[in-house]
């Protein structure tokens, strides 16, 4: 399966943007799903998931409330709402898939991953 982010950019605090992920090769429906990102300098940290079907969602405590993941299996694409942007939000934004998952945080489990988008926050 491959896996292509787009939709990251520059944009000042408070603004929203929306990656999306597009699933190739496989049908996403197969996999759980999830977003990671990595700031200059640290690990590669959980964001948020989705399960296969997408009625299982979970999100990491600093975006809670301002972040949504969501997606449309018939499109083959997994999507970030991204609301409220801060400055540390900053990061490299990853698209990961799991497959036959049920969308984990344990970053081993997902062995299959996009390039990853850049999104800056600054003003």
Partial sequence: VQLV????????????????????GRSAGDY???WFRQAPGQEREFVSAIGRSGGFTRYADSVKGRFSISRHN????????????KP?????????????????TNIRSYDNWGQGTQVTVSS
């Avoid at 982010?5 to 999306?20: I, K, M, T, Y």
């Avoid at 083959?76 to 609301?83: A, E, G, R």
């Fill in 5 to 24: 982010e787009s939709g990251g950019g520059l944009v000042q605090p408070g603004d929203s943007l929306r990656l999306s992920c597009a699933v190739s």
């Fill in 32 to 34: 759980a799903m999830a």
């Fill in 74 to 85: 018939a499109n083959n694409t997994m999507y970030l709402q991204m609301n409220s942007l």
């Fill in 88 to 104: 540390e939000d900053t990061a490299v934004y990853y698209c990961a898939a799991e497959n036959g998952g049920y969308g984990t």
